[in-house]
Nanobody, 115 residues
Framework: QVQLVESGGGLVQPGGSLRLSCVAS????????MGWYRQGPGKQRELVAR???????NYADSGKGRFTISRDNAKNTVYLEMNSLKPEDTAVYYC?????????WGQGTQVTVSS
């Protein structure tokens, strides 16, 4: 059974930082690309960042220079470091694991940026 369990969300003031974590089980973690998506209120789900099995990264324009994705294959964990957070970053953040044709999603963790 595949499980992706996110943690690290919460309430933070504008300009603050958070680090999200996602622990995966039930997959051969190093062979999967890992990603973070988010869905804000009234918005479509969108890619935030992705790291390939070969450790190549890509980011949505909204997070470039502020967000950093990384993976620790020894811990089956992917991280999203978020700095200089803005109110528009408020969303549920989802962890994903994909290795075509398979793709898996976590349950999400809420991030709220507000003063």
């Amino acid at each position: 059974q595949v499980q992706l369990v996110e943690s690290g969300g919460g309430l933070v003031q504008p300009g603050g930082s958070l680090r999200l974590s996602c622990v995966a089980s039930g997959i051969t973690f190093p062979t999967y690309a890992m990603g973070w998506y988010r869905q804000g209120p009234g918005k479509q789900r969108e890619l935030v960042a992705r790291v390939s099995s070969g450790d190549s990264t890509n980011y949505a324009d909204s997070g470039k220079g502020r967000f950093t994705i990384s993976r620790d294959n020894a811990k089956n964990t992917v991280y999203l470091e978020m700095n200089s957070l803005k109110p528009e970053d408020t969303a549920v953040y989802y962890c994903t694991a994909d290795r075509p044709p398979r793709a898996y999603w976590g349950q999400g963790t809420q991030v709220t940026v507000s003063s």
